[in-house]
């Protein structure tokens, strides 16, 4: 686990920011910080300009959406990940904040290993490729979730996205299919290595012929070949 990672924790209830401080120091993490209102965690995210943001949904000043819109738009802020902090009675809650740009949501009350496991995941994902240089023709929108294909938009799914965002981070890395599922999900969906290689099949229907460039690496996962 990453834990020199800058984490700003977003929280009202005062029980639960500091049992989240606990559960962050005991897991090595020593640079956090916390707001008890959403405008005040707003203005400390901008200027910390954090690798992740705990981030509750019910706030006085700023509710949580409010926050994950307006992070999302500030483009300084572009690598920074959010989990959503949230009951179980706000589904509707989390579909908006997973689509406003949110990384992953926790339920309350969470256990300690989920928590520490969703956190982990999040910091593996590779950071958003904003203003990168075309390879061969191709370039990723990673908000509008687009790949450019000289000149022609190619909508991409979630999934898609943030699989071609890992690929694109680093030529020639080979990403196992974990790490891809690490990217693509958080760690409690029901998802198996299998749901990788499908996928992979939709991407390289969508870039075909520029697919010639994701190589296959027999028994592990795939490479973006430069």
Known sequence: MNTSANIVIIEDDE???????????????TSVREADRGDAGLEL???QKPDLVLLDLMLPGLDGLSICSRIRET????ATRII???????????VRGLALGADDYVTKPFSRSVLLARIQAVLRRPAPLAGMEPLDG??????SRTARLDGVDIPLTHAETRTLALLLSSPGRVHTRQRILDAVKGVEQAVTERTVDVQMVGLRRKLSPWSSHIETVRGIGYRLKS
């Open 75 to 78: 483009p300084a802020l572009a």
């Open 45 to 47: 995210v901008r200027r």
């Open 84 to 94: 959503m902090l949230t009951a179980k009675s706000e589904d509707e809650d989390i």
């Open 15 to 29: 029980t639960i920011r500091t049992l989240l401080k606990m559960l962050l120091a005991r897991a090595g993490f």
């Open 138 to 143: 191709l370039t990723l929108d990673e908000d």
